[in-house]
């Protein structure tokens, strides 16, 4: 079972800022959150991950709380080619707890 | 440029055949990984390797089998033993070492079982 709580689903307007919300309560301490997405028909793509504090890079944002139960990924412009489904999983890096688990994560929609 | 390749893209095969997907990487990583996705669903773990001759069973491991001669090649076939076949098969790579890491996937492979 994914370890993970996303929601179904969720849009936005192209240009804003795209806010995809996961809740992860039991993660364990040497667990990091990652966060893939998947568009139609593709292979996943790996976007982020991190283990508590706040992560960057040039495709999106990772704001994870102060008691690592929750993160948000931010995507801050969206266009239309961001429309996929995102993954959010979280997985030690070693042993036997380093494997990727999927759920059914979040689609988000990007509308012009 | 360092990929993960995957071919073909689409497979068709009766049912009763057995069929080997195949799956090639020049990323150097050590651990692969073999993934099954059925429409609307995420993905399940078939089998994964973390390094030359070793492999280990992922939760849907049943009417699978694989083998890991080379680290750059990790082949699936799909025995006939497996009930539902038809799906989409991803393959993934991933280097190990002291920092944590992502997950390079292929493009995919569509089998259709007729």
């Known amino acids: 079972d994914a370890k993970t709580t996303q929601p179904p689903s969720m849009d936005c307007a192209e240009g804003r800022a795209a806010n995809l919300p996961c809740n992860h309560s039991t993660i364990s301490g040497n667990e990091y959150v990652y966060w893939y997405r998947q568009i139609h028909s593709q292979g996943p793509q790996y976007i982020i991950h991190?283990?508590?504090n706040n992560e960057t890079n040039e495709m999106a944002s990772l704001i994870i709380t102060e008691d690592r139960k929750s993160s948000t990924l931010i995507l801050p412009h969206a266009t239309l080619r961001d429309t996929a489904v995102y993954y959010c999983i979280v997985s030690a890096h070693t042993g036997a707890n380093s494997k990727l688990t999927f759920g059914k994560g979040i689609t988000l929609s990007v509308r012009p | 440029d360092g990929g993960i390749t995957q071919s073909p893209k689409y497979l068709f095969r009766k049912e009763g055949q057995n069929v080997t997907l195949s799956c090639e990487q020049n990323?150097?990583?050590?651990?692969m990984y073999w993934y099954r996705q059925d429409p609307g669903q995420g993905l399940r773990l078939i089998y994964y390797s973390q390094i030359v001759n070793d492999f280990q069973k992922g939760d849907i491991a049943e009417g699978y089998s694989v083998s890991r001669e080379k680290k750059e090649s990790f082949p699936l076939t799909v025995t006939s033993a497996q009930k539902n076949p038809t799906a989409f098969y991803l393959c993934?790579?991933?280097?190990?070492?002291?920092?944590?890491?992502?997950?390079?996937f292929g493009s995919g492979t569509r089998l259709t079982v007729v």
């Open positions: 990323l150097n990583h050590d651990a």
């Open positions: 991190g283990l508590k």
């Open positions: 993934a790579s991933k280097r190990t070492g002291f920092a944590p890491a992502g997950y390079t």
